[in-house]
């Protein structure tokens, strides 16, 4: 008989009346199964969710801890899909949710988010502004690196120096910012900044503002290696890049050491080599698995599934700075009555993902959403009038795409989009290509492509990350006027209704304008034997965190166990 697993609800419905409502919930992101199979959450029918199930919210408390009686593993094996090519952030490679579970795990920022918008302490203790253009840190005097250098001011201090020495890096753009900073004594940083910034302290609790060892550099500054000496709970042991990382527990660790002694994340591209290594026993974990395969491991009794409904839809993105037909209003309009996001839904992720609930692709859980889009829905006959009076004139259209749920969308985008007479080509890359091809550059020749936009609980995190020119994660290329201009009021504006008024006016902006169309929301699931804990999820996969992993091989199937 199968075990007992309590449902984590992904019903939208739910999660607009109950989450967006306060400024924050939490619930408990261990073991949980994939939303019930009902009327109700099938892409027919506005997602409400069968009864009994629980929404999850975004959650950044640490996971419980294993037993008493618990048999620990010393070591677990982790398969990741996309690539670790780099562990610096300072290096333009450095970007993928696999990438910064390994920040997390290696290094320490001065802050830690730990609800939408809520902080807490990391290497900083204390932290005070009065104008959010000037920022004191109070640090902790009691940590060490990897090396055995006792942590400084100092090393915040260079830290921002040398990252903003690397522009087009992902820590560059969150040490931009900065005008100035200095050790006011050694554990005491101030920081001021070329303008007021009001979510500077989430900045600096992003791992991409991982805190770095100078003297590592100075050992070796041509080596990207110097990169991965951290205060974190886990060494980097042994890296081969695009294929694994080795760590070793950080038995010094300011925080106690983590109950699993070592960690090897694979990365694994092949979806059937995934399958078989979770099935062998080869591996404990596997992200990003595909429906069927998620499907398959929910019904087998031997393993886990975590699940979590990602803040970050799903999309058919434009290059925002790309040719006529790509900035044509009813080109883009042809392209959202053409499609039928319910059928895409189902072909891309089964029932491990929901349609859009209204016609905005901001995040369900980020601040200030404004509800009530009205949703573009299907109609064939409008679509072709809108592209009858578009420039489009019959050329092909290259839809660039990464990851099988992205693929199976694009594949069926191709289809319905030739219903009306566009003509769709496809090309399909891993991750790291995709990224190298989606950095921010006004005269990239791209076109159109499926991927899921980034989106995060904080709004101005959120715009600056995903809209702001210039940085690397400007997946859409985009650059426009009013929305930088109303980013920047919104870094400057501290009152709550007027905060909310520009994060509106944006929203109404982006609806109008059509950067972007969602197509889905994801369920992320991962895969894991019996007696896995300690992860924390996170609506916003980048948040996810393994620092205190487990492995209790008591509860595992004897052909499991190690």
């Known amino acids: 008989m199968k075990k007992n697993r309590r449902l984590i609800a992904l019903a939208l419905v739910i999660i607009m009346s109950m989450l967006l409502a306060t400024a924050c919930g939490s619930t408990d992101s261990g073991s949980g199964t994939a939303p019930a199979a009902s009327p109700d959450s099938s892409p027919d029918a506005t ?7 629980e929404a999850i919210s975004y959650n950044l408390a640490p996971p419980p801890l294993p037993a008493a009686d618990a048999n620990l593993a ?6 990741v899909d996309t690539q670790i090519t780099v562990l610096n952030p300072t290096l333009a490679g450095a970007t993928g949710a696999p990438v910064t579970w390994a920040f997390i795990l290696v290094h320490d920022k001065l802050l830690e988010q730990v609800g939408p918008t809520e902080l807490g302490p990391q290497l900083a203790t204390s932290w005070e502004t009065d104008d959010y253009q000037t920022f004191t840190f109070h640090l902790r005097d009691d940590v060490y690196w990897h090396n055995g250098d006792h942590f400084t001011a100092e090393d915040v201090v260079w830290t921002a120096e040398i990252s903003k020495e690397h522009q087009g890096s992902p820590a560059y753009s969150r040490w931009v910012w900065v005008d100035t900073i200095r050790a ?5 940083l101030e920081i001021v900044l070329t303008e007021v910034f009001i979510d500077f302290f989430f900045e600096v609790a992003n791992p991409h503002s991982s805190i770095l060892n100078k003297r590592a550099y100075e050992l070796n500054p041509d080596d990207p290696s110097w990169g991965y000496v951290g205060t974190g709970p886990y060494k980097a042991a042994e890296f081969e890049t695009n294929n694994f990382l080795r760590l070793e527990r950080n038995d010094d660790y300011w925080g ?12 694994i591209p092949e979806m059937s080599t995934r399958t078989v290594m979770l099935q062998t026993g080869s591996a404990q974990i596997s992200f990003s698995l595909t429906p069927e395969d998620l499907d398959m491991f929910y019904e087998d009794d031997n393993f886990e599934i975590f699940t979590v409904l990602a803040n970050a839809p799903s999309v058919i993105g434009f290059n925002n700075q790309g040719d006529s037909i790509m900035m044509d209003q009813n080109f883009r309009l042809a392209v959202a009555h053409a499609i039928n996001t319910a059928d895409i839904t189902t072909v891309s992720s089964g029932r491990w993902a929901f349609p859009p609930f209204d016609g905005s692709f901001w995040g369900y859980e980020t601040q200030f959403r404004l509800n009530g889009f009205e949703k573009r829905e299907q109609d064939i006959e409008l679509a072709k009038e809108y592209l009858e009076n578009s420039v489009y004139n019959g050329e092909t259209i290259e839809i660039i795409t990464s990851g099988a749920a992205a693929i199976r969308a694009s594949e069926l985008i191709q289809e319905q989009l030739n219903e009306i007479g566009i003509n769709i080509s496809i090309e399909q890359t891993d991750m790291a290509g995709f990224t190298a091809s989606h950095m921010y550059d006004p005269e990239s020749p791209r076109q159109m492509h499926v991927f899921a936009i980034g989106a995060q609980p904080v709004a101005l995190a959120t715009m600056r990350t995903s809209f702001f020119p210039d940085i690397h994660t400007n997946r859409l290329n985009y650059n426009d006027n009013f929305v930088t201009g109303r980013i920047q009021e919104l870094s400057s504006t501290p009152e709550p209704t007027a905060r909310e008024a520009i994060a509106h006016s944006i929203q109404e902006h982006f609806y109008e304008t059509l950067p972007a169309i969602p197509i889905f929301w994801r369920i992320n699931g991962l895969a894991a ?4 804990g300690g992860i924390r999820l996170s609506t916003n996969s980048f948040d996810y ?9 008591n509860a595992a199937s004897e052909s499991l166990r190690p």
Do not use: A, E
């Not at 997602?47 to 199930?53: F, I, L, N, Q």
């Not at 010393?74 to 398969?79: A, E, G, P, V």
């Not at 034997?529 to 896995?532: D, H, K, P, R």
């Not at 965190?545 to 091989?553: A, K, L, P, V």
């Open 47 to 53: 997602p409400s969710g069968p009864s009994g199930v």
């Open 74 to 79: 010393d070591h677990i094996d982790i398969i």
């Open 184 to 188: 006011v004594d050694t554990y005491v």
């Open 256 to 267: 106690g050491p983590s109950p699993t002694r070592s960690l090897t994340l694979w990365t």
């Open 529 to 532: 034997v019996n007696g896995i």
């Open 545 to 553: 965190c393994m620092r205190n992993i487990f492995w209790d091989t």
